[in-house]
């Protein structure tokens, strides 16, 4: 699906700086920081593009995998909806190159915490991505 069909599949309206954002966060596998992302998009402005992160986590499209030292790392979603974020996996921050990777966890684990009453449940790992632990 391209960024325009993601967006109607939506109902969000198209707009250029929603479909650059979109664009760039699915060329890339793990998630990408804010600063990358502004500099990647410097011809928009910082408000519209704080804004649009705002709008499309809202609508489940993208979600923030990870925030340090004032800085937020986002990745796209996939099934996930407006009302609900439903993320069965973890946050990765490299040790080694800095990066942050969205990982699957395993049917077990994702069973484990189906039976347990939380709201929300974020999962974060420390240490070489598979990239640099190669
Ligand atoms: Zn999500
Ligand atoms: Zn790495
Ligand atoms: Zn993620």
């Known amino acids: 699906m391209t960024s325009e069909e993601t967006l109607k599949e939506f109902n969000l309206r198209v707009t250029k700086i929603r ?11 793990g998630a990408t920081s804010y600063s990358v992302l502004q500099e ?10 704080y804004r649009t992160l705002l709008t499309l986590s809202d609508h489940g499209l993208i979600h923030k995998a990870y925030e340090a030292n004032g800085e937020s790392y986002y990745a796209r ?3 996930c909806t407006g009302i609900d974020h439903n993320h069965e996996h973890l946050h990765l921050k ?27 449940v974020n999962i974060y790992a420390k240490g070489p991505c598979a990239s640099c632990a190669a």
């Open 19 to 29: 479909l650059a954002v979109l664009d760039s966060l699915s060329q890339s596998v």
């Open 94 to 120: 490299c040790s080694k190159c800095g990066g942050v990777e969205c990982v699957e966890i395993s049917e077990q684990l994702k069973a484990n915490l189906a039976q347990l009453p939380f709201e929300e």
């Open 77 to 79: 979603c996939f099934g």
């Open 40 to 49: 990647a998009l410097d011809k928009f402005d910082r408000t519209t593009l």
